[in-house]
């Protein structure tokens, strides 16, 4: 049995504004009680000589004890249907096609199930299986001939109660014989009413999950030997009572039944669609323009939507809290866990002149990040600093991130936020960082926040969520928006929504490096939901199968903005260049920077080099870096203000911008991309940007305190972007 934490949970919501609900679900693993408290969030690095762990108690706003209770959580994606209607002594007949990943592990395809008596079609060891059981019976006989992994095959069964006759068979589309096998049984039933399960069985309890893809099952009425029947339209199997075509309502959890009693059914734990079927010519590589080229469905056992946990309490936003991070801190006698969310303003206001937007889509691409880095001298880091002591390594039970691969090796392309995220938790520690903390994502960005409590700036915080559901209005209350360390995904409708808002005169600190490279989708139907295809290119922990490059969320084409002609340069002066070990070093200000025109950007500096220290990896300029790029839609006016140098050895080019071994597509030798560039511009409407050009830049906030020459620089920035110079100066 998988681990469990002693107590954790998750929200409905991951931000809510005065007045509205948030509502919590937790599971308690012995069942006691517990107690809740509010907190605001100021910082959360947990390195002893950092900022630390910085929180405001707001007890007296939240603190209750709450009856706990263990909610379980049920892995594995399926589908259910309810059973058509037919008689328990007739014959009958199951058959899927079937793509399997895991042929010898033990697997149901198709369970039908009613009236206490079932029968699944299942693979395992012995090849394709039928296992009938009836009250006072049962019956199983397999082929005996395992199937190849990444082969389409047809699988049959059937069974005739009169006659005793249990069959089943497989055959592979490409090629070969039918392999059947049969058996003989006696006061055989077969089931009535009740359900059908595609993918798992036992609808009481779903178990035995297929992993693979899986496409046309049906039921047909009498005994029917599919071997000829290999590979061909749905609506010619003879004699359907239930028959399922997964080329309609693709992107939805919705599955259709074309037989004669429309038992339509549904998905549950979301697997993925819009994947190549048996059909695929490979002539069309959009599931929207050939939809039974798209047939199958890939089900996974590790598969999670929604915990569908039980809800425990509601917490309505009191007017009293200001817009900023907070979080539940939940305790028992166990242990500890904290449930993070935010707080906007009112819609009507009022609004700080500067916002913070919080990349909550980045960091649900990464929930629960299984890295297999959490050894010996990590955990004796984590124990030692008393940081967030839960990694997702030891815990696969609650669902894996976007970088990591299903058992089959598939990629997860799907990330729900309705489930406990480890790595979204105060003290969480990504890596045993010798030169700094190791954090990233939601701990790193707490930087950016405790700074900006230090430095006595107002500010609002929103996230990726609330910009994708509102669009530009979300951003039209600002003078200045700071994005996070590392805002890498994202929608179109974000995108564009930034672009507006630049275009109006908004002003833009990109805090961070890597950013706006992955295109995602969403579904209205399903809020709580990424969705990301890592197709075609670029930087990625695994590839997209050739024709599945198309999300099936919104029918788009997945992979990098770069790809869909919309790169990083073109919205913030800078994009992807290079990335390596979580490793830094410093920024060394140009000649550009010298300019009296940019002379207020370094007021107070008089370093040449410019975050040769720092709590993520040591420096300012690590990690992952971006550059300027004309080529790529760098303003012509943008200022390149300081540059990186040294870079590890580590620091690779990133592939998009390499032709073969040695030769770049800008034509600079392949060294020279491996840089970090800040970069300054005016937009033609009177906006401005500034971006950092590297992940690491907001780990360098802190030294010894919230000062330094990368303090100072942002401090300037962020009094210039958000008028507060402007209210100086008038006032002298």
């Known amino acids: 049995m ?59 706003v939240l603190d209750r004890t709450v009856e706990g209770r263990r909610q379980p959580i049920r892995l594995g ?25 895991l042929p010898l592990r033990d697997q149901t395809v198709l369970a039908d199930e009613g009236g206490d008596a079932r029968v699944a079609l299942a693979i395992g060891a012995q090849g394709a299986s039928v296992a009938l059981t009836w009250p006072g019976g049962s019956a199983r006989v397999a082929t005996a001939v395992p199937l190849r992994a990444r082969q389409w095959y047809r699988l049959w069964a059937s069974a005739d109660p009169a006659s005793g006759h249990v069959r089943v068979g497989q055959v592979a589309l490409d090629a070969g014989a039918p392999m059947t096998a049969e ?45 000829s029947q290999v590979l061909i339209e749905p609506e010619a199997l003879p004699s359907p009572i239930a028959l399922w075509d997964f080329s309609h309502d693709i992107g939805t959890t919705q ?46 056992a590790g598969d999670l939507e929604d915990c569908g946990w039980q809800a425990d309490f509601t917490f309505t936003i009191p007017d009293t809290l200001r817009s900023g991070s ?109 030169r700094g903390s190791g954090t990233r994502h939601y701990i790193a960005d707490s930087h950016i926040t405790g700074w900006l409590e230090d430095r006595g700036f107002a500010f609002d915080i929103l996230t990726d969520e609330d910009l994708d559901n509102e669009g530009v209005a979300a951003l039209a209350p600002y003078r200045a928006i700071l994005t996070g360390s590392h805002p890498e995904y994202h929608t179109e409708r974000m995108l564009d929504a930034l672009l507006a808002y630049r275009r109006g005169g908004g002003r833009i600190a990109y805090l961070g490096g890597n950013g706006f490279y992955w295109r995602i989708a969403r579904d209205p139907a399903l809020p709580h939901v990424i969705e990301m295809r890592r197709a075609e290119g670029g930087i990625r922990a695994w590839a997209a199968e050739p024709g599945e490059y198309y999300n099936m969320l919104d029918g788009a084409l997945g992979g990098m903005w770069r790809r869909n002609r919309r790169p990083p340069q073109a919205l913030v002066g800078v994009g992807f260049s290079a990335q390596g070990l979580y490793e830094a070093t410093y920024f060394r200000r140009t000649a550009a920077s010298r300019d009296p025109a940019h002379a207020w950007i370094f007021a107070g500096i008089d370093e040449d080099i ?24 760098t303003p012509e006016n943008a200022v390149i203000l300081a540059r990186s140098e040294n870079p590890p050895a580590s620091m690779e080019v990133v ?8 030769r770049s597509g800008t034509g600079e030798p392949p060294d020279d991309l491996r840089r970090a560039d800040m970069v300054y511009f005016k937009t033609p409407e009177g906006g401005e940007v500034f971006s950092a050009g590297a992940i690491t830049f907001c780990g360098s906030l802190w030294r010894n305190g919230f000062e330094g020459p990368v303090s100072q620089l942002l401090t300037n920035i962020v009094r210039r972007f958000s008028g507060l110079d402007d209210e100086t100066s008038s006032v002298g």
Not at 617 to 630: I, N, P, S, T, Y
């Open 77 to 101: 994606s399926f589908a259910r249907a309810a059973a058509p209607p037919r008689r328990a002594d007739a014959p009958r007949s199951w058959t899927a096609l079937i793509w399997t990943t």
């Open 655 to 662: 592939f998009e911008d390499m032709l073969t071994p040695g």
């Open 183 to 227: 058996a003989r049984a006696t006061a055989m039933r077969l089931p009535q009413g009740g359900t059908i399960l595609i993918a798992a069985e036992d609808a009481g309890s779903p178990r035995n999950h297929f992993t693979g893809k899986i496409q046309d099952p049906a039921i047909l009425s009498g005994a029917v030997d599919a071997s």
């Open 255 to 300: 599955i259709r039944d074309l037989g004669p009693h429309a038992c339509h059914g549904t998905l549950v734990n979301l697997p993925t669609r819009a994947v190549v079927g048996a059909n695929w010519s490979g002539r069309e590589h959009c599931w929207r323009h050939a939809p039974r080229d798209y047939a199958a469905i890939h089900f996974h």
């Open 2 to 60: 998988d681990k469990e934490l002693p107590i954790t949970g998750y929200l409905d919501r991951i931000s809510a504004r005065p007045g509205e609900d948030i509502v919590a679900h937790v599971s308690v693993a012995a069942g006691t009680r517990y107690r809740v408290q509010l907190k605001r969030v100021i910082c959360v690095d947990p390195h002893p000589d950092g900022p630390g762990r910085r929180y405001e108690d707001l007890a007296h």
């Open 326 to 434: 907070y979080a539940l801190h939940l305790t028992c006698a166990a242990g500890e866990d904290w449930l993070p969310f935010y707080v906007r303003p009112r819609a009507s206001g009022p609004h700080a002149r500067i916002a913070f937007l919080a990349p909550t889509f980045t960091y649900q691409a990464y929930a629960n990040f299984a890295r297999g880095n959490a050894d010996a001298a990590y955990t004796a880091r984590v124990a030692d600093w008393s940081a967030y002591p839960y990694n997702p390594d030891h815990y696969p039970i609650y669902g894996r991130s976007t970088y990591n691969v299903h058992k089959d090796g598939s990629g997860v392309s799907l990330s729900s936020r309705l489930r406990p995220i480890l790595t979204m938790r105060p003290g969480f520690m990504t890596f045993n960082d010798p």
């Open 610 to 633: 410019i975050g040769d220290y720092g709590l993520s990896a040591g420096g300012a300029a690590g990690f992952e870096l971006d550059r300027a790029d004309v080529a790529l839609g």
